[in-house]
C-alpha cells in the first residue's frame, strides 16, 4: 500500500497538530496495520509536552506517539508467520531484541539490547513511531489476534489491563485475601477488577468521583484518603488488623509510595505500578525489612495480551470496557488530550478514532 495517510505529529515539546505524512512501508518481520482505535495512556502526555526527554522519548522530532492501541492487519512483510491481512490484533509498546538473555527468558520488556535497533529494539511510541496514525508498522511480535467478540475499541485496554496483570501476577493473588489498590484510575480500575476475577477481595483506596466510578465498576471496599485520618490504619481495620495480601500502587505520589508497603501484611507483597516523579522516591524501609514485604517494579506487559484478551473475551473481566468514557475523531486531539488531561466530564479512558 502507498499514499498519504493522517497522523498526530510532534514538531516541538507541546507543539502538536494532525498532518497528512507518507504512509510506512513494512520490513522483514513487520506487518502494515490500520489503526482503528486508540487510548490516550497516561504517560502520553509527558511524552507528548517534553517532559521524559531524559529517557530518550522522544528520541527525535517530528516525531508520532501512542502505544494502546487495535488494529487490522493491512499487509505483511516477507519473514511474517501468523499474521495475514484481515487479522483484528491488539498491539503492545515493548519489542524486545530476541536475542539478549533477557528476551530468551521472555522479559522482553527488560531487553539488553533496549534503544538499539540495529539488533531489533523497539519502544512503540516512547522510541520508535506510535499508534497516533491512520496506518502503522509493526513488528509481528507486538500483535496479538484478538477473538471475534472483542471489538476494537475494547483490544486499546489490552496494554493497561496487561500491566495490571503483569503487576498481580509477580504479586500472586490469595484467593479469599486482599488486594489493596491505591489510585482508582484506569489502571488501578484494572487491577481492581483482574484481582476480584482471580477470587481476592477487593479494596480500592482513591477520593472523589473516580473513587466512586471504581465502586460501580466493582471493587468490594472503598476507602476515602480524604474521609479517613489515617489510611493504614483503615485497611488494617477491613483486612482483620493484618494487612493486604498484595498492595498495587497506582497513584504515583509519594505518600502512595509510602503507604503501600505499610499496608501490606507480613510476608506480602507490594507492586509500584507508577513511576516515581524523581530518583531517590522514599518507601518505608525499616518496615519493608521488619516485614520480609516483597517490592516489585512493573514495567509493561510481557506476555500478558493473550491472557487479558481471554478473560475479555469468555467474560471473566466483566465491564472492563464501561472504562472507556469518552470516544474523538482524530480531527479533535486537542480535545481529547484536554478531556483526558482535566478529566472533564468524568472522564476514565479516552480513545481515539483515526478513520472518524
Known amino acids: 500500500m502507498e499514499g498519504m495517510m493522517k497522523a498526530v505529529v510532534i514538531s516541538a515539546p507541546g507543539e502538536f497538530a494532525v498532518q497528512m505524512v507518507e504512509m510506512p512501508k513494512p520490513a522483514r518481520g513487520e506487518v502494515l496495520v490500520a489503526v482503528k482505535s486508540i487510548a490516550i495512556c497516561g504517560s502520553d502526555p509527558g511524552i507528548m509536552n517534553g517532559k521524559v526527554l531524559a529517557n530518550g522519548w522522544p528520541p527525535v522530532y517530528p516525531f508520532v506517539i501512542g502505544h494502546e492501541f487495535a488494529a487490522e492487519v493491512m499487509e505483511t512483510g516477507e519473514g511474517v508467520a501468523d499474521l495475514k491481512p484481515g487479522d483484528r490484533v491488539a498491539g503492545e509498546a515493548h519489542c524486545g531484541c530476541g536475542i539478549c538473555e533477557n528476551c530468551k527468558k521472555g522479559m522482553y520488556n527488560l531487553c539488553l539490547n533496549y534503544g538499539n535497533k540495529t539488533v531489533g529494539h523497539r519502544h512503540y511510541g516512547h522510541n520508535t513511531m506510535g499508534c497516533y496514525a491512520q496506518y502503522q508498522v509493526y513488528n509481528q511480535k507486538v ?13 486499546t485496554l489490552v496494554d493497561t489491563a496487561g500491566t ?19 489510585g ?30 471504581a465502586g460501580k465498576m466493582g471493587a468490594d471496599i472503598l476507602i476515602d484518603y480524604e474521609a479517613v485520618d489515617e489510611p493504614i490504619a483503615a485497611v488494617r481495620r477491613v483486612t482483620g488488623g493484618y494487612g493486604a495480601d498484595q498492595v498495587i500502587e497506582a497513584a504515583g505520589n509519594t505518600t502512595a509510595f509510602m503507604e503501600s508497603v505499610q499496608m501490606a501484611r507480613k510476608g506480602g507483597h507490594v507492586a509500584f505500578i507508577s513511576i516515581p516523579a524523581r530518583d531517590g522516591q522514599e518507601i518505608a524501609g525499616k518496615y519493608l525489612v521488619m516485614n520480609q514485604i516483597s517490592l516489585h517494579g512493573i514495567r509493561a506487559n510481557p506476555n500478558c495480551s493473550q491472557v487479558v484478551l481471554n478473560m475479555m473475551a469468555n467474560g471473566t473481566l466483566g465491564n472492563l470496557k464501561n472504562m472507556i468514557t469518552h470516544v474523538y475523531s482524530i480531527d479533535d486531539i486537542k480535545e481529547a488530550f484536554d478531556t483526558f488531561i482535566n478529566r472533564k466530564n468524568g472522564a476514565v479512558k479516552v480513545l481515539i478514532h483515526p478513520f472518524d
Request: one cysteine or more.
Open 143 to 155: 500483535l496479538t489476534k484478538m477473538p471475534d467478540n472483542v471489538s476494537f475499541d475494547e483490544g
Open 164 to 182: 495490571a496483570y503483569h503487576a498481580l501476577r509477580l504479586c500472586g493473588v490469595v484467593p479469599g485475601g486482599y488486594t489493596v489498590v491505591i
Open 184 to 213: 482508582p484510575g484506569p489502571m488501578g480500575i484494572s487491577a481492581m477488577m483482574l484481582a476480584r476475577a482471580m477470587g481476592s477481595v477487593t479494596v480500592m483506596i482513591g477520593r472523589r468521583e473516580r473513587l466512586a466510578f
